[in-house]
Structure formats: structure tokens, C-alpha cells
């Protein structure tokens, strides 16, 4: 399986962006997706996750009541709405697929994770 995210930019703060995770190889709708990102000198950080079936979602604290996660199994794809942005949202920014299709506490590591897409750089200005 092979994921493909999308949809970074430069925008300005407060301003929003929407990314998106496209699997393909085979279908996700029986694993749990994550996203992580990493920003510049810092290592990757968990940002949310959300069960195969969609519900059980999970976000860190920087994200929550900013950021939605959703996925889209009939497109095989998985999405991050990003709103109200700040610059320290600056992030390279990865979708991962998960090792089962439930979310465990383990899945708040970036260890837990074999499947990664490429990323996509998110840059917010001042």
C-alpha cells in the first residue's frame, strides 16, 4: 500500500487548509490513519487519528477544536481540515496508516507506524 498526502501551501494565520491522504494498493478501511507532523529541527509529533470505521478520534492538544479528521472509505482516502492555523502549525505533515483498526495508546507514537506517506510541507506565516 502506497499513501499519497496532498494539500499543504503557505497560508496565513488564521487562514485554513485542508489535507488529504490518498491510499492506493489496497483498501484502508479496515486500519485505523493517523496523522503526525514534524516541525523544522523537532521530531514527529502525533496530531490525530481516527478508527477504520470512522469515531474514536483522538487529537493532541494543539489540535483539538482547531483540526477535524476524517476519512472517506469508499475513496480510500483520509483528510485533516486545519483551521484558525498559527505559525507553530509550520510542520512537514504525514498521514500514516495504522497497525489495527482500533486506536491504542501505543498509536500516540510514531514508532507504532510502518506506513507512511510522503508529506506535505505546511507553512503558516504571522
Known amino acids: 500500500v502506497q499513501l499519497q498526502a496532498s494539500g499543504g501551501g503557505l497560508v496565513q494565520a488564521g487562514g485554513s487548509l485542508r489535507l488529504s491522504c490518498a491510499a492506493s494498493?489496497?483498501?484502508?478501511?479496515?486500519?485505523?490513519v493517523a496523522w503526525f507532523r514534524q516541525p523544522p529541527g523537532k521530531a514527529r509529533e502525533f496530531v490525530a487519528a481516527?478508527?477504520?470505521?470512522?469515531?474514536?478520534?483522538r487529537y493532541s492538544n494543539s489540535a483539538e477544536a482547531r483540526f477535524t479528521i476524517s476519512r472517506d472509505n469508499a475513496k480510500n482516502t483520509a483528510f485533516l481540515q486545519m483551521d484558525n492555523l498559527k505559525p507553530e502549525d509550520t510542520a512537514v505533515y504525514y498521514c500514516a496508516l495504522g497497525p489495527t483498526s482500533t486506536i491504542t495508546s501505543e498509536m500516540y507514537s510514531a514508532r507504532s507506524y510502518n506506513i507512511w506517506g510522503q508529506g506535505t510541507q505546511v507553512t503558516v506565516s504571522s
Open positions: 481516527i478508527r477504520a470505521r470512522g469515531g474514536g478520534i
Open positions: 494498493g489496497r483498501t484502508i478501511n479496515t486500519l485505523a
